[in-house]
Nanobody, 124 residues
Framework: QVQLVESGGGLVQAGGSLRLSCAAS????????MAWFRQPPGKEREFVAA????????YYTDSVKGRFTISRDNAKNTVYLQMNSLKPEDTAVYYC?????????????????WGQGTQVTVSS
C-alpha cells in the first residue's frame, strides 16, 4: 500500500555530510511511523532514526545523536535523514521503512514497508 524510494547516498570523506531522501507514494502517512535503518557490510540491520508522522516526535540511536536529523515534509510526502560529521563506521546501506502505526519502535520486524536501500560510504 506504500511504496518507498530512497535517494541521496554516495561516497564522502569523514567529517562530511549527506542528505538522504525517502519519497513515499500510496497511502497517506498520517498514521505511520517512518524510520531509517542501516546495514553495515557483514553486519545485521540496525535502527538509526524514526519519526512519527502525525506528531513529528523523533528518536535516534545513541551513535548518531547530535549528528543525524530525521524530518518530514508533509507537502512532498518525503522523509529526510540529514547526516553530518560522518564517520567511517556510518558506512552502510541505508533503508527507509514505514510502520503502519503512529508509534515509535526500533524493531525492524515491526515495519511493514521498505525501500530498496541506498549506499552510504564514508572514507577515512
Amino acid at each position: 500500500q506504500v511504496q518507498l524510494v530512497e535517494s541521496g547516498g554516495g561516497l564522502v570523506q569523514a567529517g562530511g555530510s549527506l542528505r538522504l531522501s525517502c519519497a513515499a507514494s500510496g497511502r497517506s502517512l498520517s498514521r505511520y511511523t517512518m524510520a531509517w535503518f542501516r546495514q553495515p557490510p557483514g553486519k545485521e540491520r540496525e535502527f538509526v532514526a524514526a519519526i512519527v508522522w502525525i506528531s513529528r516526535n523523533t528518536y535516534y540511536t545513541d551513535s548518531v545523536k547530535g549528528r543525524f536529523t530525521i524530518s518530514r515534509d508533509n507537502a512532498k510526502n518525503t522523509v529526510y535523514l540529514q547526516m553530518n560529521s560522518l564517520k567511517p563506521e556510518d558506512t552502510a546501506v541505508y533503508y527507509c521503512a514505514a510502520d503502519a502505526s503512529a508509534r515509535f519502535t526500533t524493531t525492524c520486524q515491526s515495519y511493514d514497508y521498505w525501500g530498496q536501500g541506498t549506499q552510504v560510504t564514508v572514507s577515512s
